[in-house]
C-alpha cells in the first residue's frame, strides 16, 4: 500500500494553461503560482508528501492563521456592538436622540457596508489579502476612537458609516482566507470558530462595558470611555496582524518552501482553483445568473433581519424585562455564551453529519420559540423572558453556516469573491432592516420587531430546504455531463474526507486515493473554472 500522497495525477499539458492564467508579471502571487506549477511539471519528486507531512502543515497553519482571523472577527464584532452596550448608559440621553435616530445608528453600519461590497470584492482579487485585513483593522480600531468625540446625532451617524465602511472588509475577508487555507472538510468548523467571536464579543464586551461603566469622570460620558478605551485596543491589535497574517499560502514566510507546496497541493481536491490576483469578467457574470447566488442572498436576508434587531436592541430588551442597567449587561454573559456553543455546535454537527441544510433548519426552529415565548409571557415572569430571549440567541449558528455552505459551492478565484459580496450585500440589507423594525417606542413589549422576527426564522428554514434540494439537482446534472464526457459517472469527494478516510461503500485510506482516481482524465483542481462549469465539481449540502 503507498502510503504517499501524490500532489498531482495529471499529465503536464492539463496545468500548464494554469500558470499561463496565474502568471502576472505585477504579481507577487502570479509568480508563486507559476513556480509552483513548474516544479509539478517538472516532475520534481517533491510532489509526493505523507499523511504526516499534511497534518504537520495543517497544525502550522491552524497556529499561525485561525488565531489571527478570529482576533480580527472578534475585534469587528466588539466594536460594531459597542453602539448595543453603551445604548444602556445614557447614549440617547446624553446625545439628545430622538424617534428613530438610534436605530439609524444602528442601521447606517450596514449601509456603508452594503455600499462597499463592490470595492472589497476588487481588493480581494488584486491585493494582498494580510494586508487588507490588517489595515482595515487599523482603520475602523482609529473610526471608534474618534467616535469618542461625538456628542449629537450627526456626527455619531457620520462616524458609524466610517467605521461601517472600514469593517466591510473583515466579513469577505474571513471567507477568502478560508477558502484558501483549509479543504473543504475542514472550513465549516473553522468558520464556525471566527464566527463564534460573536458569542465571545458578548461576553468580554459585557464584562469591558460592566467595569468601564462604573468609572465616574467629570469631562466624558460613559459611551465615550467605552468608545475610546475599545478603540485604542483595536488599533493595538491591527499591528500584529500587519506583521504576521500571510497573504497566501504560496506567499507565506512562517512556512518552508515545501511547506507551502503542500498547503496548496493538499487543496486541489476542493476543485475551486487558487488565488490568482486576476479579475475575470466571465466569472462576474456567471454569479448574477447562478440561481444559487441569490439563494445564498435572501437565505442571509431573512436572518440577518432578526440578528440585525437583537444586535442592537437586545440589551434594551432585557431592561425592559425590569432589570437594571448593570443587570442587563450581565445578563448578556449567559447570551454570548449559548452563542459560542450553538456556533461550533451547529459548525461540529454539519461537518460530523455532512449536511447544513437540515441544521439550519433546526437552528431556525429555537429562536422562533423563544420569540413565541417573549410573545406570549406576561412582563412579570422574568425568569421565562430571559429564557426565550436565551432561546433567540441561537440563531447566531445560521450566519457561519450560510458563510461556509456558499464558499463550499463556489469554485472561481473572481466568481468566489463575487458571491461573497452578493451575500455579504444580503447580510447588510437585512441587518439595514433590522434595527428599523424595532423602536424605544416599541417598549417594553417590542411587540412588531418580534413578530417580524418569528415571521423570518420561518423563512429561513424554508430557503434551507429549498437550497438542499437544488443541491442535489446540480450534483446529478454534473453526473450526467462527466458520463457524456467519458468520465465515471460517480466520483469520490476528497475535499469532504475527515482526516486519513473517505468514505464510500468502505474505509478508504487517504493515502490510496491515487489508487482509484482516473488517471486518464484532465483534473481541473488548479484551474480557475466556476463550479458550473466543472463537471468534477461537487456540491456539499
Not at 509552483?36 to 517533491?46: A, I, R
Request: charge should be neutral; charged fraction near 15%.
Amino acid at each position: 500500500m503507498n502510503k504517499a500522497m501524490t500532489a498531482n495525477n495529471t499529465a503536464p499539458d492539463t496545468i500548464l494553461p494554469v500558470a499561463e492564467e496565474s502568471s502576472n508579471p505585477q504579481s507577487s502571487a502570479g509568480k508563486q503560482v507559476a513556480h509552483f506549477l513548474d516544479s509539478v511539471n517538472n516532475g520534481d519528486d517533491n510532489r509526493n508528501f505523507t499523511f504526516e507531512e499534511e497534518k504537520r502543515v495543517l497544525r502550522r497553519i491552524d497556529l499561525r492563521v485561525l488565531p489571527l482571523l478570529l482576533g480580527a472577527y472578534f475585534f469587528q464584532q466588539l466594536d460594531k456592538s459597542c453602539l448595543s452596550y453603551v445604548s444602556i448608559f445614557g447614549l440617547v440621553e446624553d446625545t439628545h436622540l430622538v424617534g428613530q435616530q438610534y436605530s439609524w445608528l444602528g442601521s447606517i453600519l450596514y449601509l456603508a457596508q452594503l455600499a462597499m461590497q463592490p470595492l472589497a470584492a476588487v481588493l480581494l482579487v488584486k491585493a494582498p489579502t494580510g494586508k487588507v485585513i490588517g489595515t482595515a483593522v487599523f482603520l475602523w480600531g482609529s473610526a471608534l476612537t474618534i467616535t469618542a468625540a461625538c456628542t449629537e446625532f450627526k456626527s455619531l451617524l457620520a462616524m458609524r458609516f466610517i467605521l461601517g465602511a472600514f469593517e466591510s472588509m473583515i466579513a469577505p475577508s474571513c471567507i477568502a482566507v478560508t477558502q484558501m487555507w483549509w479543504r473543504r472538510s475542514e472550513q465549516t468548523l473553522r468558520a464556525a470558530l471566527w464566527n463564534g467571536m460573536n458569542g465571545l464579543t458578548f461576553i468580554i464586551g459585557s464584562l469591558f462595558t460592566y467595569g468601564l461603566g462604573h468609572i465616574q469622570s467629570d469631562t466624558l460620558y460613559s459611551y465615550q470611555i467605552i468608545f475610546m478605551f475599545c478603540g485604542l485596543l483595536t488599533v493595538v491589535y491591527s499591528a500584529f496582524v500587519l506583521l504576521l497574517m500571510p497573504d497566501s499560502p504560496m506567499e507565506a514566510k512562517c512556512l518552508s518552501d515545501r511547506e507551502k507546496f503542500i498547503a496548496v497541493q493538499r487543496l486541489r481536491a476542493n476543485q475551486m482553483g487558487i488565488v490568482s490576483r486576476q479579475w475575470r469578467w466571465d466569472h462576474v457574470w456567471e454569479t448574477f445568473y447562478d440561481l444559487k447566488t441569490w439563494s445564498w442572498f435572501f437565505l442571509i436576508i431573512a436572518i440577518s433581519i432578526p440578528s440585525g434587531g437583537i444586535s442592537s436592541f437586545g440589551s434594551l430588551i432585557v431592561k425592559s424585562f425590569g432589570y437594571t442597567s448593570f443587570q442587563s449587561i450581565l445578563f448578556n454573559l449567559p447570551f454570548g455564551a449559548i452563542q459560542i456553543v450553538a456556533i461550533i455546535g451547529g459548525g461540529w454537527v454539519a461537518t460530523r453529519f455532512k449536511t447544513k441544510g437540515l441544521v439550519i433548519v433546526f437552528f431556525a426552529i429555537l429562536p422562533a420559540i423563544g420569540t413565541i415565548i417573549m410573545l406570549v409571557t406576561p412582563r412579570d415572569n422574568k425568569g421565562v423572558l430571559l429564557f426565550g430571549y436565551y432561546l433567540v440567541s441561537t440563531m447566531a449558528a445560521i450566519t457561519p453556516l450560510i458563510y461556509t455552505w456558499e464558499a463550499q459551492n463556489t469554485a472561481g478565484d473572481t466568481k468566489r469573491k463575487c458571491t461573497s459580496g452578493v451575500v455579504l450585500v444580503g447580510m447588510c440589507t437585512g441587518n439595514v432592516i433590522g434595527p428599523q423594525l424595532y423602536s424605544p417606542s416599541q417598549a417594553p413589549e417590542y411587540r412588531p420587531g418580534l413578530i417580524a422576527n418569528l415571521i423570518m426564522f420561518v423563512v429561513v428554514a424554508i430557503f434551507a430546504i429549498l437550497m438542499d434540494l437544488y443541491l442535489v439537482f446540480l450534483n446529478k446534472k454534473h453526473s450526467r455531463q462527466r458520463e457524456a464526457l467519458g468520465k465515471s459517472a460517480v466520483v469520490i469527494d476528497e475535499s469532504m474526507m475527515t482526516k486519513n478516510k473517505i468514505e464510500t461503500n468502505k474505509a478508504v485510506e487517504l493515502e490510496d486515493v491515487n489508487e482509484i482516481r482516473d488517471q486518464s482524465v484532465t483534473d481541473n483542481g488548479f484551474s480557475d473554472m466556476t463550479d458550473l462549469r466543472n463537471e468534477d465539481f461537487i456540491y456539499v449540502y
